[in-house]
């Protein structure tokens, strides 16, 4: 329920989440890796994962 009504919130606009599951921003256009209050990585899920960074070490 939670997944649906943000993929339909940002259809229109922009928005910034915050997840604790990958699934939840999974299909965003643009992610951003943080640590330390610092980006490290930026991308989409696939970019991320073909990084093979801290994102992706995330990832189960």
């Given at each position: 329920?939670?997944?649906?009504?943000?993929?339909?919130?940002?259809?229109?606009?922009?928005?910034?989440?915050?997840?604790?599951?990958?699934?939840?921003?999974?299909?965003?256009?643009?992610?951003?890796?943080?640590?330390?209050?610092?980006?490290?990585?930026?991308?989409?899920?696939?970019?991320?994962?073909?990084?093979r960074g801290a994102y992706?070490?995330?990832?189960?």
């Amino acid at each position: 329920m939670v997944q649906v009504a943000l993929d339909r919130a940002k259809a229109d606009q922009t928005c910034i989440v915050i997840a604790h599951r990958l699934s939840t921003i999974q299909n965003s256009n643009n992610i951003a890796a943080m640590s330390q209050r610092t980006v490290i990585e930026k991308g989409t899920h696939k970019e991320l994962m073909a990084q093979r960074g801290a994102y992706c070490k995330l990832v189960p």
